[in-house]
């Protein structure tokens, strides 16, 4: 198992009140309260950014680089997600944010959308090729490819090896930039990616996409959001900046877009962690056999959902619909149906389990039969009270030695008022001895 992986949530202890609010949403247990407040599991936790979205104290955050990494780099190249356009109110035109972009101190822009349609083209050349193993799963979302290479082996084969957008849109820009400025160094260029979500920036610190990762830094969506309110308000009325995507690139945000823009009817699109969790299971049990494609986005509404972003996703949604009514299909198309090497992903996907309880499969099968004997022992109400979302997450870290039995609330209560009760009666004997005693030597006086 791998131990070495970046997280992009972390926690703020002294923020944190130990409520389980994250608790009971985490979707791989990753969570624990222990000491009055949270603890994350790092080898269970999948960066979806469920708990920051959750969180009533602000407890959880997602951690990226600040924009001031823009001064490290001679020449500065932004990568905007599409998602990024849908979080403003009353945009009627993608190029505000492109020129504002650039007025933040960026020396150029290459869109995420654009390098989005050139992976739908080749998305549509790859699934028609013989002996693929089918359904294929997006590699779009790097939740969502984490959770698969901890829980299904049987699916790390079904991921598209074709990198995600962020990767080939950073592969393009850099490529671009060193055609036009030879006098530059790979060191002088900074890729600095816009990212909507903490598992993206994770993406990128754990380079997912090998030796060839060409993204320099992360910002989120959220800090260029309220930076770029304050530059695009001073230039109102001056010329625009042109953006180069499309309708399918900017679809790319939201759930749907990926898949509806294949061509391809035998597709399955779902978002929100839970349902993605939901298709996977009925995926690996063979329960869907008549799909080609599947696109699955951890985030609500897709990437607009994600924890880093600052508008509603549904809202920004609609924005998006409205943005994309004037824009050309797909200005980004290849040459042909050959996939360049460079767009492929060079170490695949590989199952990392993190539930395993033993190295050893005896011991790891007798502590599974202890797991079971101590959880039909438990109430089975979940109430996160021991400090684990489920009887059985708390019966597991009782056999790991992680905590201790009386930490369950529920079988406690019963026991102490099986106490008081005991005591209760054996006061109420204590106090009818003298009585007994003094009736007894009545009844001797009486008879003598």
């Known amino acids: 198992m791998k131990t070495d992986y970046k997280h992009s949530v972390?926690?703020?202890?002294?923020?944190?009140?130990?409520?389980?609010?994250?608790?009971?949403?985490c979707p791989t247990e990753a969570i624990r309260i222990r000491g009055g407040h949270a603890v994350i599991n790092p080898a269970r936790c999948i960066d979806c950014g469920e708990c920051i979205?959750?969180?009533?104290?602000?407890?959880?955050?997602?951690?990226?680089?600040?924009?001031?990494?823009?001064?490290?780099?001679?020449?500065?190249?932004?990568?905007?997600?599409?998602?990024?356009?849908?979080?403003?109110?009353?945009?009627?035109?993608?190029?505000?944010?492109?020129?504002?972009?650039?007025?933040?101190?960026?020396?150029?822009?290459?869109?995420?959308?654009?390098?989005?349609?050139?992976?739908?083209?080749?998305?549509?050349?790859y699934i028609k090729r013989e002996g693929l193993k089918k359904p294929i799963i997006s590699s779009a979302c790097p939740t969502i490819t984490r959770m698969i290479s901890m829980n299904y082996p049987s699916l790390c084969e079904n991921i598209?090896?074709?990198?995600?957008?962020?990767?080939?849109?950073?592969?393009?820009?850099?490529?671009?930039?060193?055609?036009?400025?030879?006098?530059?160094?790979?060191?002088?260029?900074?890729?600095?990616?816009?990212s909507p979500c903490p598992a993206k920036v994770s993406y990128v610190r754990n380079s997912f996409a090998g030796d060839r990762n060409y993204i320099s830094a992360t910002v989120s969506v959220r800090d260029v959001y309220f930076a770029l309110l304050d530059v695009m308000d001073k230039r109102a009325g001056e010329p625009l900046d042109t953006t180069e995507s499309g309708m399918i690139g900017i679809g790319w945000a939201s759930t749907g877009g990926e898949s509806s823009a294949i061509l391809n009817e035998r597709y399955l699109a779902a978002d929100g962690i839970e349902n993605c969790i939901r298709v996977l299971d009925q995926i690996d049990n063979s329960d869907f056999t008549n799909l080609d494609f599947i696109e699955l986005n951890a985030c609500s509404g897709g990437c607009v959902g994600g924890a880093m972003t600052v508008a509603n996703p549904y809202i920004a949604q609609a924005r998006l619909h409205s943005l994309?009514?004037?824009?050309?299909?797909?200005?980004?198309?290849?040459?042909?149906?050959?996939?360049?090497?460079?767009?492929?992903?060079?170490?695949?996907?590989?199952?990392?389990?993190?539930?395993?309880?033993?190295?050893?499969?005896?011991t790891a099968m007798r502590m599974m039969s202890d797991i079971e004997e101590i959880t039909g022992c438990l109430p089975g109400i979940d109430c996160g009270s021991c400090g684990a979302p489920t009887c059985m997450a708390f019966a597991e870290d009782i056999v790991k030695n992680e905590t201790n039995a009386d930490e369950c609330t529920v079988i406690m209560r019963e026991l102490f008022h099986e106490y008081i009760e005991e005591k209760k009666t054996e006061s109420i004997l204590e106090r009818l001895k003298p009585i007994s005693r003094r009736s007894g030597e009545a009844e001797e006086e009486s008879s003598s």
Not at 162 to 175: C, E, F, G, M, S
């Open 324 to 362: 994309k009514r004037y824009l050309p299909v797909s200005p980004n198309r290849p040459v042909g149906e050959w996939i360049p090497d460079a767009f492929f992903n060079e170490k695949g996907v590989e199952y990392n389990p993190y539930a395993r309880l033993s190295a050893d499969r005896h």
């Open 53 to 125: 979205k959750v969180c009533p104290y602000k407890a959880k955050k997602a951690t990226h680089d600040d924009l001031s990494v823009l001064g490290k780099y001679k020449y500065k190249v932004a990568l905007p997600a599409p998602s990024l356009y849908g979080q403003f109110d009353n945009l009627d035109n993608i190029g505000y944010i492109i020129r504002g972009l650039r007025d933040l101190g960026f020396d150029d822009v290459f869109e995420v959308a654009c390098a989005a349609e050139l992976v739908t083209a080749y998305t549509r050349y």
């Open 10 to 25: 972390a926690l703020s202890d002294n923020k944190c009140k130990g409520c389980t609010t994250c608790l009971k949403r």
């Open 160 to 194: 598209m090896p074709i990198l995600p957008p962020v990767d080939i849109a950073a592969y393009l820009a850099r490529k671009k930039v060193l055609e036009e400025h030879p006098d530059l160094t790979e060191d002088d260029i900074g890729i600095i990616f816009i």
